[in-house]
């Protein structure tokens, strides 16, 4: 900003160099047909010039730049006048003049009589103040520009560190996303390993399952065979015992009536035997009629006894025979 207002002042400080008012006139007039901060082009090449100039006409410039921003290029009469006469002494102090003591020391009013009295000191001075509004509002414009040159660069400063961020953050997440890529394709190999041999376990699980199914099978098809065979045993067992049951009963029943007609029989002789004695004997004594009476029931009920003997010794071989079906087969042949 300061180079831009160190160059509107070049020509006023070139008066001590030989430019006058004419050459700084004719340049003005051209300037208030410049718009914005185009105005500062025709005086750029002047810049070298103006750096060279010496201290005083700085710090008059380095103030007036300072008072245009302050106020918004807007300088009072006697803002525009101090500063016209300051400039003025910075020429006088350039080309070896000595300074008015009036305007060293004195009031506003009594400097500008003694420059007017000088012909040259009063028309510097007045170049100065009659390009001091144009000047001022270059310097405000220019001031302006930097302010948004500034923040421009603020801006340009922000989105700068905003990219490094946000590439460090790329960069992260590319470095975080290459991680997590070699760590699922590991974690997808390794579940590709363990499906892998889980499903060799698991096939080679099946098929021991399989062949122990089929021994199942085999066994379980060998069961119902026998079992079909021991039933067809027993129905074969089953049908001989009912048989011989039978058989057993008929002859039981044959012998029982059998024995039961002896029985009688033997009964109806003895009863004859004793009726022929008793009637052909009546002169036997009474004792032994009786004692042949108790022979003959001896005799009778031996009989007996032997036969029911022999019927239970069948009985009991007919109910181990059936016992011992029961045990192996299963079937009770009851026998009557």
Not at 71 to 100: G, K, W, Y
Not at 165 to 177: G, N, P, R
Not at 251 to 263: D, E, F, I, K, R
Request: hydrophobic letters at 40%; proline letters at 1%.
């Amino acid at each position: 900003m300061q180079y831009w207002l160190m160059i509107a002042f070049v020509c006023l400080l070139l008066q001590a160099d030989g430019c006058f008012a004419s050459s700084l006139k004719a340049q003005l007039s051209v300037a208030p047909k410049a718009e914005g901060l185009m105005e500062f082009d025709s005086i750029i090449q002047v810049f070298q010039t103006l750096s060279r100039k010496p201290t005083c006409h700085q710090s008059v410039i380095y103030s007036l730049m300072a008072q245009c921003e302050l106020q918004n290029s807007v300088l009072s009469m006697d803002e525009r006048i101090q500063f016209s006469t300051r400039l003025t002494m910075c020429d006088l102090e350039h080309a070896d003049i000595t300074v008015p003591s009036e305007c060293l020391r004195g009031s506003q009013q009594k400097c500008l009589a003694t420059l007017e009295d000088n012909s040259a000191w009063w028309l510097a001075f007045v170049s100065y103040y009659r390009d001091m509004d144009r000047l001022c509002k270059s310097a405000f414009l220019e001031y302006e520009k930097q302010n948004a040159l500034e923040l421009n660069k603020n801006i340009t400063r922000i989105q700068k560190r905003l990219l490094e961020v946000l590439q460090e953050k790329l960069t992260e997440q590319e470095i975080s996303l290459e991680l997590m890529q070699d760590t699922t394709a590991t974690s997808v190999k390794r579940l590709e390993q363990i499906i892998t041999s889980s499903q060799s376990s698991v096939i080679m699980d099946m098929e021991q399952q399989t062949a122990q199914l089929q021994k199942l099978q085999n066994s379980f098809d060998l069961l119902t065979q026998y079992q079909s065979e021991v039933l067809d045993s027993e129905a074969f067992a089953s049908n001989k015992l009912e048989l011989l049951r039978e058989n057993v009963n008929g002859l039981l029943s044959a012998y029982s009536s059998q024995m039961n007609a002896l029985a009688n029989i033997a009964n109806r002789g003895l009863q004859s035997l004793a009726d022929e004695v008793s009637k052909h004997q009546t002169n036997l004594q009474e004792s032994a009629v009786q004692d042949a009476k108790i022979f003959a029931n001896e005799v009778v009920h031996t009989y007996r006894n032997s036969m029911a003997q022999t019927k239970n010794d069948l009985m009991n071989f007919m109910k181990s025979q059936q016992s011992l079906t029961e045990f192996y087969f299963g079937t009770t042949c009851r026998m009557e």
